[in-house]
């Protein structure tokens, strides 16, 4: 493997090679009585330290002990509940303390893309906005190769080895040069010798100038790095130091013993470094030389109420690393959605092959000659125009219950480098709106063909194929919102019937809107189906069947409102688009900002 594959900002050179330049410095980090809380349970507590720019530093402790919680709080990615955190003097996510890498326990990149794509995608998003194609594509190429990734660059992650998948995860973060790179448990599930491989590389990375910081439970890892927090239960610091000073502090013959030594009394050993550690120590400023490993101070005592106040009244979200602007965003995030759907068989299949089988059940179902005006069926029309009206409801939610679930650590990793919430949500909208604008048209086109609607002008069907997409769209933004909202894929499966029912219900065919209870009526008013139907109705002219079809004579409500009312229902599915998409964003970065709880 060769060991040039990182370059702090400003450097000329690329890679490692580059890293010993004139101001190739990490990032200091200070953190001063930093606490967090879970509900009513302490998940860290009064936890200080400062670890110095280029050092390798290791955050390790029993299961529940509050590495991740550490991680993320050091990080910027979830405020502290008391305390300060500070890059260079700086609250992170500041401009001093930008150019920060994270890269979660779980391998969050698309696993139906290869690393070139998966990279490519990520340099234009990352790197700043005057980087040209040719010289994004040169840095994919040399993060490829100083990674060893270069031989399975077109191999789908999904079919890549643990360690090739970490090294990829890592090497998403090494494209835009990061100061500061924090990692959680980078080597979990992997081999011992996969393990030394991944350690190497963070030491190269380190060496170079970053800062790096890694959470884990493998003593072969903490021996490999400069510095180890211990955490004992509740978040508490129960050391600080060099780990060749670990086993003798807590009285075992190695690393190993560290465990269960600290698992035994965790409250003693925490205790007892408390009363040892040093006061608290000023940070230094930004352009202070980096302190030797050896010589980091590890400061002491609460932030009190008004330092957390200060710090809460900071701007801690990640700051845009001046990569591709809102509308070069969006429009690459549209086309990755798109190519992870195309690349995926089962995605492709369900896309395309669940349209196709509902409108032959529907032609099948259906007989023709419904709508003759001479001679209508014994139910009318109205049946077929809402199951119509379910079918666009019906294909916009399952298509979107499946978008966000498995991707929400995916936006996360994102938002850190500057990805906003809206862009996201509309790159979702804008990839799958085509897919349901085919899955009308052949609707309606079958339909059509078979007798099943009346030969009515374009401009009846441009209508039918416009509110059939309007209320698409909103069941798609309410599908997003579900899918932001839930915790895993099973959750968004059984949401499906749960949002699906009550459009059967209440949506004015089953049982018409003057006949329900009057909680019945104010459940429909809500209902996305409620308003295609009576505006697809109103477009095809059902008004007409009312009086001359028994079945039909109850929807005298609901369709006798003209065009006027087919517009208030276009409107109020429009609405209906725009508050779940809002929705959707609002619940993504609550999660987002919820990270390591």
């Given at each position: 493997m060769t060991t040039t594959a990182w370059a702090p900002p400003g450097s000329e050179a690329g890679g490692l090679?580059?890293?010993?330049?004139?101001?190739?410095?990490?990032?200091?980090i200070d953190a001063v009585g930093v606490g967090q809380r879970s509900g009513r349970q302490e998940t860290l507590t009064d936890v200080s330290l400062s670890i110095g720019a280029g050092e390798l530093v290791a955050v390790a402790g029993g299961s529940g002990a509050g590495k991740t919680t550490l991680l993320v709080t050091l990080a910027g990615l979830r405020a502290p509940a008391a305390g300060t955190v500070r890059h260079d003097g700086a609250p992170p996510g500041s401009a001093v303390g930008a150019g920060v890498g994270y890269v979660p326990q779980d391998d969050i990149i698309h696993p139906e893309l290869p690393p070139r794509r998966t990279l490519r995608y990520a340099a234009r998003l990352r790197l700043p906005a005057a980087t040209s194609a040719a010289a994004a594509d040169a840095a994919v190429e040399q993060v490829l190769r100083d990674l060893d990734l270069a031989d399975c660059a077109d191999v789908p992650v999904r079919a890549l080895s643990g360690g090739q998948r970490k090294r990829a995860s890592i090497a998403v973060e090494l494209l835009a040069r990061p100061r500061l790179l924090f990692l959680d448990e980078p080597t979990s599930g992997l081999d011992p010798a996969t393990t030394i491989e991944v350690l190497g590389i963070l030491r190269r990375i380190a060496s170079a100038g970053a800062t790096v910081v890694l959470t884990t439970h493998d003593p072969a890892v903490l021996a490999g790095c400069d510095r180890v927090v211990l955490l004992a239960r509740g978040g508490r610091l129960a050391f600080d130091g060099p780990p060749a000073e670990a086993p003798a502090h807590f009285g075992a013959r190695d690393l190993v013993?560290?465990?269960?030594?600290l698992a035994a009394d965790p409250e003693a050993f925490a205790s007892r470094f408390a009363r040892a550690a040093a006061p608290p120590t000023p940070a230094a400023p930004p352009s202070s030389a980096a302190p030797s490993s050896a010589a980091v101070p590890r400061p002491r005592g609460a932030g009190g109420p008004a330092a957390r106040e200060r710090f809460l009244e900071a701007d801690t979200r990640p700051a845009r690393r001046g990569g591709a602007g809102a509308w070069r965003t969006w429009w690459l995030l549209t086309r990755r959605n798109v190519e992870v759907m195309t690349r995926s068989r089962l995605t492709a299949a369900v896309l395309v092959g669940s349209p196709l089988l509902v409108t032959v059940m529907m032609a099948t179902l259906f007989?023709?000659?419904?709508?003759?005006?001479?001679?209508?069926?014994?139910l009318g029309p109205a049946p077929t125009m809402f199951w119509i009206a379910f079918a666009g409801f019906f294909f916009g939610l399952t298509y979107g219950l499946p978008q966000i679930?498995?991707?929400?650590?995916?936006?996360?990793r994102e938002r850190f480098a500057g990805l906003g919430a809206g862009v996201y949500v509309a790159a979702k909208i804008a990839a799958l709106v085509p897919v349901l604008a085919a899955v009308g048209a052949v609707l309606l086109g079958v339909l059509r063909v078979t007798g099943r609607l009346p030969g009515a002008g374009v401009g009846v069907y441009l209508g039918l194929f416009g509110v059939l997409m309007i209320e698409a769209v909103a069941a798609l933004a309410l599908g997003l919102l579900a899918s932001a909202a839930v915790s895993d894929t099973a959750q968004a499966a059984l949401a499906l019937p749960m949002l699906c029912f009550p459009q059967v219900l209440f949506a004015g065919a089953i049982v018409p809107i003057d006949q329900m209870s009057p909680p019945g009526r104010l459940v429909g008013a809500v209902m996305a189906t409620r308003y295609a139907f009576e505006a697809l109705g109103q477009v095809i002219g059902l008004d007409g069947y009312v009086a001359t079809v028994p079945a039909m004579a109850g929807y005298g409500d609901t369709f006798d409102g003209g065009a006027g009312a087919a517009v208030r229902g276009v409107v109020t599915l429009a609405l209906f688009a725009v508050a779940c998409a809002g929705g959707a964003m609002w619940v993504l970065r609550r999660r987002a900002r919820g990270a390591g709880a």
């Open positions: 090679a580059g890293a010993g330049r004139a101001g190739a410095r990490g990032v200091r013993d560290v465990y269960v030594r007989q023709p000659g419904a709508f003759a005006p001479d001679d209508p069926a014994d679930v498995g991707e929400v650590e995916v936006f996360r």
